[in-house]
């Protein structure tokens, strides 16, 4: 089965650095979407990106956060300026169509990259 | 906005026992339900999704949901666990029409052999 691919698994950072986080979302998608999970607490939308934009983002992802898909394959998370609070399980996911779309669309998800701000 | 309900965090319970996990919602419109599983160590996986038709939906591996709209419900069940359903299941919504994805807090489910 296709599946989304995330890296690192794991990272630890000190606060105030950048950090990047990389995803591999499956091949023939159209529809990339990261989510994050703070321990404890549920998983949370942040933004969903289409045609090489964002389409839709959450009132979590302000102006220290951006996403790119740099080169065709990858799809990036950046945190420009880490903050304790940004420790969390970050979830990159896929879908062939729109979310919400009535059409019995599915959306995949990687296994997360566990982020933990020091 | 949508948002979804998850009681009984935490569920313990021994093989061959019935379990059924509650998820409710809220929003007035037509949605789209899901329930996710994640087992130790690995990604978010759907177990099944309702979008229309016979409200009660089958998924992988013996679980099934029924949408019970006057309730607002989208509830879990599987009449018989083993020990390899110990995992975290999550109920999710999408409002029709909208991009993202509303989860439940999570159920973590641990069967005893």
């Known amino acids: 089965e296709p599946e989304v691919t995330q890296t690192p698994s794991h990272q630890v950072t000190q606060m105030g650095q950048e950090v990047i986080l990389r995803c591999v979302p499956i091949s023939n998608h159209l529809y990339f979407y990261w989510y994050r999970q703070i321990l404890g607490q549920k998983v949370e939308f942040l933004v969903s990106?289409?045609?090489?934009?964002?389409?839709?983002k959450s009132e979590i992802f302000d102006d220290q956060f951006s996403v790119e898909r740099p080169d065709g394959s990858n799809f990036t998370l950046k945190i420009r300026s880490t903050k304790l609070e940004d420790s969390a399980m970050y979830f990159c996911?896929?879908?062939?169509?729109?979310?919400?779309?009535?059409?019995?669309?599915?959306?995949?998800f990687g296994e997360g990259s566990w982020l933990t701000v020091v | 906005a949508q948002s979804v309900s998850q009681h009984n965090h935490h569920v313990i319970l021994s093989e061959a026992a019935s379990l059924e996990l509650g998820c409710n919602y809220s929003y007035g419109g037509t949605v789209n339900l899901f329930w996710y599983v994640q087992y130790p160590g690995q990604h978010l996986q759907l177990l099944l999704k309702?979008?229309?038709?016979?409200?009660l939906v089958k998924g992988i591996k013996g679980f099934e949901a029924e949408f019970i709209k006057s309730k607002f419900s989208f509830n879990l069940r599987k009449p018989s666990v083993q020990w390899s359903d110990t995992a975290e299941y999550f109920c999710?919504?999408?409002?029709?029409?909208?991009?993202?994805?509303?989860f439940g807090k999570g159920n973590q489910v641990v069967v005893i052999p």
């Open positions: 990106f289409y045609n090489n934009e964002i389409s839709e």
């Open positions: 309702y979008f229309s038709g016979d409200p």
């Open positions: 996911a896929s879908s062939l169509e729109r979310q919400g779309s009535g059409a019995g669309n599915t959306i995949y």
């Open positions: 999710a919504v999408t409002a029709y029409g909208n991009n993202r994805l509303a």
